[in-house]
């Protein structure tokens, strides 16, 4: 059997517990294997952190939740999609396997700045030629990063229920959403959050369906932020390193 920590990563946060005070969170992600079975949990743990070097872990404040738990074999594999230049994020909607590319190599603004965007690809697709280029009949939507400090684009994606489709624009800081019809097209698209004072960068993001709340990696300021169904945007946790 094999146990390793796909993620495991520190946050500040508050809660009293058993009557003790916490003010660290330990987040992860364990995938454990065994004969072809393969499981991955949740874990979240709150304890003291009562100064800089105190990261002993309480594990009396902790839960978890097995997210994926499944015999599984790897019957057949093949190639949808080669030559992309910078594939990130993934998603799957309707009939197509949508993908980031953080950015598009042969493509300039006239600006000079960096382009990206996201590629679609039918699911029953078999060896694609990428061109990365706007010419490319797969690009499904391009856009700019104008941050000049900062040139790096399509970066996080989720599609909820709904069909609207999040993408993160690294870059700026911000998230554009977009409103997909039955086929998967584009209906209308703006800018869905955007507060430099909270969100500073994207990376993976994730919705929670049951809330609305769209839950976003900030890599840049090692934290992760919450953007709630009325758009209002905060950062609800922040690694201390």
């Known amino acids: 059997m094999k146990v390793i920590d796909v993620y495991r990563q520190y946050f500040s946060g508050e809660c009293v517990y058993n009557t003790v005070e916490r003010k660290g969170v330990l987040v992860t992600l364990t995938a454990t294997s065994d004969s072809g079975n393969i499981m991955y949990e949740v874990g979240i743990s709150f304890f ?3 100064d800089e070097e105190d990261y002993g872990i309480s594990y009396d404040a902790y839960a978890s939740k097995v997210i994926f738990d499944e015999n599984r074999q790897v019957k ?10 910078h594939p990130n994020g993934v998603r799957i909607y309707k009939n197509y396997l949508y993908v980031t590319q953080s950015y598009l190599t042969k493509v300039k603004d006239k600006s000079g700045k960096l382009v990206s965007g996201v590629y679609r690809f039918p699911l029953d697709a078999r060896d694609i030629e990428v061109t990365n280029t706007l010419e490319d009949p797969h690009v499904f939507t391009t856009f700019v990063t104008h941050n000049p400090t900062c040139q790096y684009g399509a970066d996080g994606i989720e599609i909820d229920k709904k069909g609207q489709m999040y993408v993160g624009n690294y870059g700026d800081g911000e998230v554009l959403k977009y409103c997909l019809d039955e086929n998967g ?7 869905y959050a955007k507060n430099p004072a909270e969100l500073n960068s994207t990376d993976g993001m994730i919705m929670d369906e049951n809330t ?4 976003i990696a900030d890599f840049n300021q090692n934290a992760i932020v919450m953007v709630d169904k009325n758009r209002v945007t905060r950062r609800i946790a922040q690694s201390p390193d």
């Open 48 to 50: 003291p952190h009562r």
């Open 76 to 85: 057949d594999w093949y190639t949808v999609a080669y030559n992309m230049g």
């Open 185 to 191: 097209d584009i209906l209308e698209q703006e800018v």
């Open 212 to 215: 609305g709340n769209l839950y």
